[in-house]
């Protein structure tokens, strides 16, 4: 999640695995069974089951093995042994080793990958789980259980979240005047607050045309003005719509109007936050824990509404049990086991920059006791729109990208960028559906 360039390569990676891999897809892989025998407390033999999570980088590679040996240690018949790796390397080597049967018994992925899996017949179906662990769509976020969903089932059950909020660099509010404590929520007083660091001399939002962050600030405004990335099934862009100009637009006059420099580089806005450059920065929960923003005087707050409704991008993870070539019952229904015990354990994911998927955990006081910095962006989850559920979506939200990018970069206007972007995107979906159905 914290290194867009890597989460990039796997998208890729996903997509052109796709075609010879769907090719032999039937809904599942080879003699497997095609659902997980759901047990929340695994009674079976002793078996070993292997993890596969892309965790590498921050609290995550210490925390992780933290928590697998308190289950192993408190599960004698489970033996649980994590392997972490690039999501890009995950995205390259799981497909052909769950169809050899070398494949994990339990992975992580992100929300926009567990649809393009399960056409591809990789995974395994969780609705079992899903029953036997006890799991409702109201025990994790609106919307969120079924961002794991494909073609009627279940294939992911939810493990994180992580939305974006308004990060603020006080003392270069002070510089300009401006109360660090009375923040800008909405688009009078954010204008505002930019026109006020403008008289100051201070570009107060730098605004790029990058994914980290403005394909995800652009979703979010997107939302806010009425518009969506899609049609309801998935078969047409609709992101260039008049909701869509509006909200790219509003991108561009950040910098027609002054407010933002021209041709800001990637993370060039939270290093310019961390700097002391600019005031405002939209992005993503995970900076919460950058170890250089600690250095700075630093606050955050939901995303301000700038159109009609509210509305914040986020991103998830879910649990996936691959579907191996001849793959062990027992060792799937142990590996439930094991996701309930991490879902019932999560309150201390937190430290890696992600909020727990799972309510319970984290509406525990417990939680923002020990992580205040989170309080706005748990705030934002009522509202919050996770990753569009389509095989193969990573290629037409590329194209949402290019047309975020080259308007930004002011080679062509939003509505010519988003228009392009959007017949491109159009395309792709079509290929989508032929690709993988669904």
């Known amino acids: 999640m914290k290194n867009p360039t890597l989460r990039a390569l796997a998208a ?21 069974a095609d659902s997980v025998r759901g047990e929340s407390d695994y009674s079976g033999p002793e078996v070993d089951i292997t993890f596969w999570n892309g965790w590498t980088g921050g609290a995550a590679p210490k925390l992780v093995p933290k928590l697998v040996a308190e289950f192993n240690d408190s599960h004698p018949n489970i033996t649980v042994k994590s392997n972490a790796m690039e999501w890009a390397d995950i995205s390259q080597k799981m497909p052909l080793a769950i169809k050899a049967g070398k494949g994990p018994d339990v992975a992580v992925g992100h929300g926009d990958d567990v649809a393009t899996y399960a056409a591809q017949g990789l ?11 006890g799991y409702a769509a109201t025990d994790f976020p609106d919307g969120l259980m079924e961002a794991g969903q494909f073609d009627g089932s279940q294939y992911g059950v939810p493990w994180s979240v992580t939305p974006l909020g308004l990060y603020i ?42 994914v980290f962050t403005g394909t995800f600030e652009f979703q979010s405004l997107l939302w806010q003005f009425g518009g969506d990335l899609f049609n309801d099934d998935v078969t047409e862009a609709t992101f260039n719509s008049e909701a869509g100009v509006e909200a790219l637009t509003w991108m ?38 950058n170890e250089a923003l600690q250095s700075t005087d630093w606050t955050a707050i939901p995303v301000p509404q700038i159109g009609t409704e509210k509305a914040v991008w986020s991103s998830s993870t879910h649990w996936m049990f691959p579907a191996n070539k001849n793959g062990d019952p027992d060792k799937s229904a142990a ?50 729109h996770y990753e569009t559920v389509s095989p193969g979506i990573t290629s037409a939200m590329a194209a949402v990208t290019t047309g975020v990018n080259e308007a930004m970069l002011g080679k062509k206007s939003p509505k010519d960028a988003l228009d392009d972007a959007a017949k491109k995107a159009t395309a792709l979906l079509k290929q989508n559906k032929a690709q993988y159905g669904g």
């Not at 395994?124 to 662990?133: E, R, W």
């Not at 954010?190 to 990058?210: M, V």
């Not at 006081?365 to 910095?373: E, I, M, Q, V």
């Open 12 to 32: 890729v990676a996903i997509l052109g695995l796709g075609a010879s891999l769907a090719a032999c897809s039937s809904g599942s892989s080879g003699d497997a």
């Open 123 to 133: 995974l395994l179906k969780t609705d079992d789980v899903v029953d036997a662990l």
């Open 169 to 210: 660099n006080k003392d270069v509010l002070r510089t300009a005047g401006l109360d660090p404590e009375t923040a800008p929520t909405d688009q009078k007083s954010y204008l505002a607050a930019l026109d006020a660091l403008k008289a100051a001399g201070i570009q107060g939002e730098w605004a790029d045309g990058y």
């Open 252 to 289: 561009t006059d950040l910098i027609e109007n002054g407010y933002s420099p021209a041709n800001v580089a990637q993370d060039g806005n939270i290093n310019a936050l961390i700097g002391g450059q600019t005031a405002f920065n939209w992005n993503g929960v995970w900076q919460t824990t």
């Open 335 to 384: 590996a439930a086991t094991f996701v309930k015990w991490m879902n019932d354990n999560s309150a201390d994911w937190a430290s890696t920059g992600e909020l727990p998927a799972q309510n319970s955990v984290r509406e525990d006081p417990a939680l923002l006791a020990n992580y205040p910095a989170l309080a706005p962006f748990l705030e934002q989850l009522e509202y919050a």
